[in-house]
């Protein structure tokens, strides 16, 4: 298993403005998640980011707007950037241990636009 | 690319009576299968998950799952329920992609259990 932490736990923000947050691992790992999951919704998934490479983002999803960053195996940031109210969510890091397919979570960052 | 689909996007139930949470999988060859579950403000713990094996799984806080290849089902159940079972349930499939998986999410069914 794998211990995830994220930072800000909630934050609330200016419209026009970017948030990074952070995602830090206890152990190294191969394959890090951005997921967002909005009011009363399911958990879509943003982007996959691997040490050494740029992220690979879904459908719908562009780097200007959710720029990731991936320094290392125990650690990833995601910026949103220019932030509306529209991007109010529950953003959540997750990981992936290549020969374990479950995946583990952090608690998330509440993120509230105003 | 897998996808999995949860019929119900709300279920109540009263307490002490069983229940069954539906979710059906994208066919595939092999597939990976998961419940999570999310009580009101608090993040993701796994149910349980089906991998390969026996197609009865058992999870915690006494659900469970049963994998049925024919009808590409993967539905949860519990014999009795609690009102401390209210939350949000998430059916979930892992998708292979070059160095591992990622996971894909259901649309969520809430789970209201009713003194």
């Known amino acids: 298993s794998a211990v995830i932490s994220q930072k800000p736990s909630r934050d609330i923000c200016q419209r026009g403005t970017s948030l990074t947050i952070q995602c830090q691992v206890d152990?190294?790992?191969?394959?890090m998640f951005w997921y967002r999951q909005q009011p009363g919704q399911s958990l879509t998934l943003i982007a996959t980011?691997?040490?050494?490479?740029?992220?690979?983002?879904e459908s719908g999803f562009v780097i200007d707007k959710f720029p990731i960053s991936r320094p290392n195996l125990t650690f990833s940031t995601l910026t949103v950037s220019n932030m509306s109210p529209e991007d109010s969510s529950i953003y959540l890091c997750?990981?992936?241990?290549?020969?374990?397919?479950?995946?583990?979570f952090g608690q998330g960052t509440r993120l509230t636009v105003v | 690319a897998q996808s999995v689909t949860q019929l119900d996007s709300q279920v109540p139930v009263f307490e002490e009576a069983p229940v069954e949470l539906r979710c059906n999988y994208s066919?595939?060859?092999?597939?990976?299968l998961f419940w999570y579950v999310q009580y009101p403000n608090q993040g993701l713990q796994l149910l349980l998950k089906?991998?390969?094996?026996?197609?009865l799984v058992k999870g915690i806080n006494g659900f469970e799952a049963e994998f049925n290849k024919s009808q590409t089902s993967f539905h949860l159940r519990k014999p009795s329920v609690h009102i401390s079972d209210t939350a949000e349930y998430f059916c979930?499939?892992?998708?292979?992609?070059?160095?591992?998986?990622?996971?894909?999410f259901g649309a969520g069914t809430r789970l209201f259990v009713k003194a």
């Open positions: 066919s595939s060859v092999s597939v990976y």
């Open positions: 997750s990981v992936g241990m290549e020969m374990n397919t479950e995946a583990f």
């Open positions: 089906y991998l390969s094996g026996s197609t």
């Open positions: 152990s190294q790992v191969t394959m």
């Open positions: 980011a691997n040490q050494g490479s740029e992220a690979t983002y």
């Open positions: 979930a499939v892992s998708d292979r992609i070059t160095g591992g998986f990622k996971t894909i």
